[in-house]
C-alpha cells in the first residue's frame, strides 16, 4: 500500500509539473503586435521615507531615489491583450500607432 501511495504522489506531481508548463507556454508573448500607445517619461527624482532610532525618538529622513527616462511602447497582441515594451530612445522614435511590433 505504501509503495503504490509514493508511485501515485509520483505521477501527480509529474502531471501538475507538465500542466503547469503547457499553460505557461500557452500564455507567454509572442512579442508581436500593434503598436497602439507610445509613453515617455522623463527622468526624474522620487523621495521614500526611512525610519531610523535615534535613541527612543523615530526619526525620518526623505531618502531621493532617481529614476532614468524611460521609454515605452504599449503592443496589442493577437488575443487582444495589451503589453508594455520597454524600447530605446532610437527604437520609439522608429515606431508609430497603428505600426506592426516589430
Not at 12 to 23: D, E, K, P, Q, T
Not at 72 to 100: F, N
Request: without cysteine; hydrophobic residues 45%.
Amino acid at each position: 500500500m505504501d509503495k503504490r501511495f509514493v508511485t501515485i504522489a509520483v505521477i501527480v506531481v509529474i502531471v501538475v509539473f507538465s500542466l503547469s508548463i503547457l499553460y505557461m507556454h500557452m500564455n507567454k508573448w509572442s512579442g508581436q503586435g500593434i503598436v497602439t500607445a507610445k509613453e515617455y517619461i522623463p527622468a526624474h527624482t522620487t523621495f521614500i521615507p526611512i525610519t531610523h532610532m535615534v535613541g527612543k525618538i523615530p526619526m525620518v529622513q526623505m531618502t531621493p531615489v532617481f529614476h532614468n527616462e524611460k521609454w515605452a511602447l504599449g503592443v496589442i497582441d493577437e488575443k487582444g491583450k495589451r503589453h508594455w515594451v520597454t524600447v530605446s530612445e532610437v527604437v520609439y522614435d522608429s515606431y508609430y500607432i497603428g505600426q506592426s511590433y516589430p
